[in-house]
């Protein structure tokens, strides 16, 4: 089986990034004829790098081909060169043995430590023009590294014009590469992400976007959605370095081949993407300040101009809202940034706490960043800012998105948590404060990263998690689950007291306030924030053998419940909705001949037992239509990944109207989501 990686360049103007590129891999990654003409790299270029297993090795190896980005060294395409080192765990950095450390040196090394990259492989090039020094440079970048939190996994001599060092630069390059595969978390499991790097039309295939699968994995015929805008794409085709492929994993380097109903304008910035990103505006972040760009020294140096919030307090500076651009994934976002106050902040170090001067630590600030534009960007992403002329810092997104209902003073806890790791706590946290008091996992994944979310959501369930930088001791009680959704006991149990008391108030038998109490009126009054899905089955849980018993969408005394109408009745009205799949309620109580209340308390009645259904308010369908139809949702989406109602109005042989009416029922019961003009199917249907 191969095994694909990409990997990215690093380096100063001309210190032979894509002379060694091309040496290493026969290819010139410089794709623009000015790039050529000026022997200088100003966008993205990119070249494969194909490494055949040994025949007689053991155990067997595997073939590797590594996708690498050329990224330009001037610090005038410095936008270009963070495009391309997004989402990436290994760098080749690039330093010429005649000059060594240089400003563009430093500057990739910078954006590389922000974006959370913590090993390179260290090429000294050009060895025939200063083989003296080839010693001393790599020991001076391995310092320069070590300030940042990264360090070189090996250092390779090499020369792009004798070739000397080529073949063992390609030999240690697989070796680290399988290594860090092994020891990587696997990505294989999560939703498909993709950062679009490039868009062109190619005749006879129509649009084509570029970029590196960073999760996930892609099929041909997959539907997925590009981010901002939520626009819906079908794969018609995918290729990596011209070979066709079925299927794609996550670490290639990818072309897409991409079908869409309306032409969308795309560009770079824009995300693939299995599971939609939702857009957001005010992010929560972490803040490192590395300082000034232009400057490089035994610490990296610093500019006038910085974020620090603290050198603000202590000239008296007030803490203003300052511009910043944010650049995330292949996509830059203007914005301003604004310090939370008081400002926390936590030290971190590089290397041993203990044994560096002050001098060498850095502190992380939370802040929020508001964008201009919505930005599709996700927790747990890591992220770039560029401020003033020179300045530059990054982080962590701990919050893809600021909910308004988050008050002031539960944001620095809730980020410290987040900050910390503890992200069943954070789920815990956000149960407790949320108007909704009952959410699923897809409305908390703005704060859980993708690669963490199951495994948090399933620690809430369990006991308290401990040490816990937030001293609440609600943390420590463990969240409940009811069918989808995740609540916390302990504002739940204030809403089933409400809900108790004036149930039961309202229909004791001494009271002729009320015969019945509609479950929606009922959530209207206690708790209108509550998901309309939810309710019904708190009431269920709750009220079960409190002298109330659940009718279709209404409470009843039991007293009245037992004394339904007649079982005769109950049989006339499910033959009659088992011979015709949906039927209005007006024409199926005209066949019965029973007036239309009468038979909403026999719908009432089949519905409690599960038997059928009012559907979209005014027609009726029986359980075994519903499930079937449920059934054909399901083939439509395997074939298809798409649901359009034309589909299944022909799968289900019956008219629009009708098929309308039990789209919106599925819709309503989170069986189905609107997407575009067609529908993604939510819940897998139930055995036949």
Known sequence: MTKYFTIATAGHVDHGKTSLLKALTGVNPDRLKEEREREMTTDLGFAPLFIKAAADSQPPAEDIVVGFIDVPGHGKFLKNMLAGVGGLHLALLVVAADEGVMPQTLQHIKILSLLGVRQVLLAISKIDLAPEQVKSVGQSTEALLALYNMQALAVQPVSAVSLNGIDA????????????????????????????????????????VTGTLVEGSIKVGDSLTLSPGAIPARVRGLETFGRKLEAAHAGQRLAVNLAFKDEPKLSRGSVLSTLPCAPAFTLLVTIEDLGGLEYFGEDGGATAASLDPERASSTGSKLKPQPVKLYHGTAEYPGYLRWLEPAACTAEFSGEKEDLPAKKRRALYFAQIALDEPGSVRAGDRFVLRYGDHGIAGGSILGADRPHWFKRADIQPFLSLLSAGQY????????????????????????????????????????????????????????????????????????????????LSSLAPESQ??????????????????????????????????????????????????????????????????????????????????????????????????????VSYEFAASRKTIEAGHRLLGKLWQARRDISPSEFREAMQVSRKYTMALLAYYDDHQITRRVGNGRMLLKAPPKQ
């Open 169 to 208: 630069l390609s030999h240690t390059l697989a070796g680290l590469l399988l290594q860090l595969h092994c020891n990587s978390p696997a990505k294989a499991e999560l939703a498909a992400y993709l950062p679009v790097d490039r868009v062109f039309n190619k005749s006879g295939y129509g649009k084509v």
């Open 424 to 503: 069943a706590g954070a789920v815990r946290f956000v149960l407790q404060k949320h108007p909704q008091l009952a959410l699923k996992a897809e409305q908390m994944h703005w704060f859980l990263p993708q690669s963490e979310a199951s495994a948090a959501l399933a620690a809430a369930l369990e006991g308290a998690e401990t040490p816990s930088p937030v001293e609440d001791t609600s943390l420590n009680v463990a969240a409940k689950k009811l069918a989808e959704y995740y609540y916390h006991p302990l504002p739940m149990a204030r809403l089933e007291k409400k809900v108790t008391a004036y149930v």
């Open 513 to 614: 306030a009320a015969a019945s109490i509609s479950i929606e009126s009922l959530r209207q009054k206690l708790c209108p924030f509550l998901d309309r899905s939810f309710l019904p089955l708190l009431t269920g849980e709750v009220l079960t053998g409190k002298l109330v018993q659940r009718q279709g969408d209404k409470l009843v005394p039991l007293a009245r419940a037992s004394s339904g109408a007649g079982a005769d009745k109950k049989r006339q009205v499910l033959t009659i909705l088992e011979a015709q799949p949906v039927l209005e309620l007006s024409e199926l109580a005209k066949q019965c001949g029973l007036a239309e209340r009468a038979l909403k308390e026999i719908m009432d009645e089949l519905s409690t037992a599960g038997e059928a259904e009012i």
